[in-house]
């Protein structure tokens, strides 16, 4: 395979799969070397054959897993075979690589069951495509990689996932189907009551997350046609828009730092938590969240009204009647003034701020990462901004935000790029998209992740 070929598939097949990660160069290479071999300072290197003098070098801001790695190695050797057949055909040639890149994803996390969990993945698209009775197909299977069906009368997936009572056996939330790692089926599981363990995952699938452990692997279609897999408690991996993407959740909480060292990972956590639940809820959403000497600037795009904190509130104030100060027409000024003269009780009834005086109700003075889960999607997926203090502060719920002059795109990513000037700011979108945008030290604004 020629090298500048081998570039763009690593560029276009092998790195988007992986949240921040980008080409770093190259590094020269022997005969001696593995075609993939994790490399030092957060790196893998890779080639396409033993005998290729030199390696790429993939880099991002966390150390690379042993399951992405072997993840590469499986993507690797799959794509070695494909360029071998030496096929002309582009769109036939593109669905070879989709194939690849899914048997590769399977394989990294397991030795067992393959076959089995590719075979299901096969089968939920093509209910994906169907109706059943008018309606769109969820289901949700469990592949038991520990487990052998002892029936005499057998059950493969492979005879019944495309009849149409299969439809009607599982939701993908809380019933599942399970099969053994030969693709037998071992009968039905109700997840309404699991027991507690940490996950990472969107809370809607939190108990098919809890019950895959290294014995269990999920796959669940859902209403969207998206397909979820599930392993090590999380979701690692979903094919959405046609593209399988990796969840690398530890990643994207680590980007919400934005290189400062006073952000909690609980907060970046509740944060991140967030946008993945909008996202699997096909939910818009705004969220920023702003660097600790950056609050005063990011107010300046608020409107008081939205504001449901107090201490931010007369941060607000003192910044408007700085700016009614410096005003030479003294009727605006006077107006600002005697608006600002209130209390912020006052100012809230005063203005019939009845969403401001209901949230911070519904808020009763806790911190984001202090909520219920579930209340902070509902409050997110309020039209507007939900904007974040970096102690975890919500200053804002529903803001409509003041957009910095010559922004584009729609009216959620010019309020996500302006606020991330001030800190990271997501943009979720309703078909499940998640962007992250931060700033540079020449302060422009730059996107950080792009997953879903």
Same mark, same amino acid.
């Given at each position: 395979?020629?090298?500048?070929?081998?570039?763009?598939?690593?560029?276009?097949?092998?790195?988007?799969?992986?949240?921040?990660?980008?080409?770093?160069?190259?590094?020269?290479?022997?005969?001696?070397?593995?075609?993939?071999?994790?490399?030092?300072?957060?790196?893998?290197?890779?080639?396409?054959?033993?005998?290729?003098?030199?390696?790429?070098?993939?880099?991002?801001?966390?150390?690379?897993?042993?399951?992405?790695?072997?993840?590469?190695?499986?993507?690797?050797?799959?794509?070695?075979?494909?360029?071998?057949?030496?096929?002309?055909?582009?769109?036939?040639?593109?669905?070879?690589?989709?194939?690849?890149?899914?048997?590769?994803?399977?394989?990294?996390?397991?030795?067992?069951?393959?076959?089995?969990?590719?075979?299901?993945?096969?089968?939920?698209?093509?209910?994906?495509?169907?109706?059943?009775?008018?309606?769109?197909?969820?289901?949700?299977?469990? +592949? !038991?990689?520990?487990? /052998?069906? =002892?029936?005499?009368?057998?059950?493969?997936?492979?005879? $019944? @996932?495309?009849?149409?009572? %299969?439809?009607?056996?599982?939701?993908?939330?809380?019933?599942?189907?399970?099969?053994?790692?030969?693709?037998?089926?071992?009968?039905?599981?109700?997840?309404?009551?699991?027991?507690?363990?940490?996950?990472?995952?969107?809370?809607?699938?939190?108990?098919?997350?809890?019950?895959?452990?290294?014995?269990?692997?999920?796959?669940?279609?859902?209403?969207?046609?998206?397909?979820?897999?599930?392993?090590?408690?999380?979701?690692?991996?979903?094919?959405?828009?046609?593209?399988?993407?990796?969840?690398?959740?530890?990643?994207?909480?680590?980007?919400?730092?934005?290189?400062?060292?006073?952000?909690?990972?609980?907060?970046?956590?509740?944060?991140?938590?967030?946008?993945?639940?909008?996202?699997?809820?096909?939910?818009?959403?705004?969220?920023?969240? +702003? !660097?600790?000497?950056? /609050?005063? =600037?990011?107010?300046?795009?608020?409107?008081?009204?939205? $504001? @449901?904190?107090?201490?931010? %509130?007369?941060?607000?104030?003192?910044?408007?009647?700085?700016?009614?100060?410096?005003?030479?027409?003294?009727?605006?000024?006077?107006?600002?003034?005697?608006?600002?003269?209130?209390?912020?009780?006052?100012?809230?009834?005063?203005?019939?701020?009845?969403?401001?005086?209901?949230?911070?109700?519904?808020?009763?003075?806790?911190?984001?990462?202090?909520?219920?889960?579930?209340?902070?999607?509902?409050?997110?997926?309020?039209?507007?901004?939900?904007?974040?203090?970096?102690?975890?502060?919500?200053?804002?719920?529903?803001?409509?935000?003041?957009?910095?002059?010559?922004?584009?795109?729609?009216?959620?990513?010019?309020?996500?790029?302006?606020?991330?000037?001030?800190?990271?700011?997501?943009?979720?979108?309703?078909?499940?998209?998640?962007?992250?945008?931060?700033?540079?030290?020449?302060?422009?604004?730059?996107?950080?992740?792009?997953?879903?």
């Amino acid at each position: 395979m020629e090298k500048s070929e081998f570039y763009i598939i690593v560029e276009k097949l092998i790195r988007p799969l992986f949240t921040g990660s980008f080409l770093a160069g190259e590094m020269e290479s022997s005969a001696r070397d593995l075609e993939v071999a994790l490399g030092k300072g957060n790196t893998i290197l890779l080639k396409p054959t033993k005998m290729d003098d030199y390696r790429l070098i993939l880099r991002r801001g966390q150390a690379f897993k042993s399951f992405e790695v072997e993840l590469v190695r499986s993507i690797v050797r799959e794509i070695n075979t494909i360029s071998e057949m030496n096929i002309s055909d582009k769109m036939y040639l593109n669905h070879l690589y989709s194939l690849a890149i899914e048997k590769s994803l399977i394989e990294s996390i397991t030795d067992s069951g393959s076959d089995t969990i590719l075979g299901v993945i096969s089968g939920l698209e093509r209910w994906a495509t169907r109706t059943y009775e008018g309606s769109t197909v969820k289901s949700g299977i469990l +592949v !038991n990689l520990s487990a /052998t069906s =002892d029936s005499v009368n057998q059950a493969s997936y492979r005879n $019944i @996932i495309n009849k149409d009572f %299969f439809a009607l056996f599982s939701d993908g939330i809380s019933s599942f189907i399970e099969f053994d790692r030969n693709g037998n089926l071992l009968g039905y599981i109700n997840l309404k009551k699991t027991k507690t363990v940490p996950t990472i995952s969107p809370n809607v699938f939190d108990r098919i997350a809890r019950v895959c452990n290294e014995k269990r692997i999920g796959i669940v279609l859902t209403e969207q046609e998206d397909i979820l897999i599930f392993a090590a408690r999380q979701l690692l991996f979903a094919k959405r828009n046609g593209r399988w993407c990796i969840y690398s959740h530890d990643e994207i909480i680590r980007l919400l730092q934005n290189n400062v060292s006073y952000t909690a990972k609980e907060i970046r956590r509740a944060i991140y938590n967030t946008a993945l639940d909008c996202s699997f809820s096909y939910k818009g959403a705004c969220i920023a969240y +702003v !660097n600790k000497d950056k /609050t005063a =600037d990011a107010l300046r795009h608020i409107d008081a009204a939205d $504001i @449901i904190s107090e201490s931010h %509130f007369d941060m607000k104030k003192q910044l408007e009647l700085e700016e009614a100060g410096k005003l030479y027409n003294i009727g605006s000024a006077k107006g600002i003034i005697d608006k600002f003269s209130l209390s912020y009780e006052e100012f809230l009834n005063k203005n019939d701020c009845l969403k401001t005086i209901a949230i911070r109700k519904i808020v009763a003075g806790k911190k984001l990462h202090e909520l219920d889960r579930k209340l902070i999607e509902e409050m997110t997926s309020v039209d507007g901004a939900t904007i974040v203090d970096y102690d975890g502060t919500i200053i804002a719920v529903g803001a409509i935000i003041k957009i910095e002059a010559g922004s584009s795109g729609g009216g959620r990513l010019a309020a996500t790029t302006t606020m991330a000037r001030y800190g990271v700011a997501i943009k979720v979108s309703q078909d499940g998209i998640m962007q992250g945008y931060s700033f540079d030290k020449q302060g422009k604004v730059k996107q950080i992740f792009n997953v879903g």
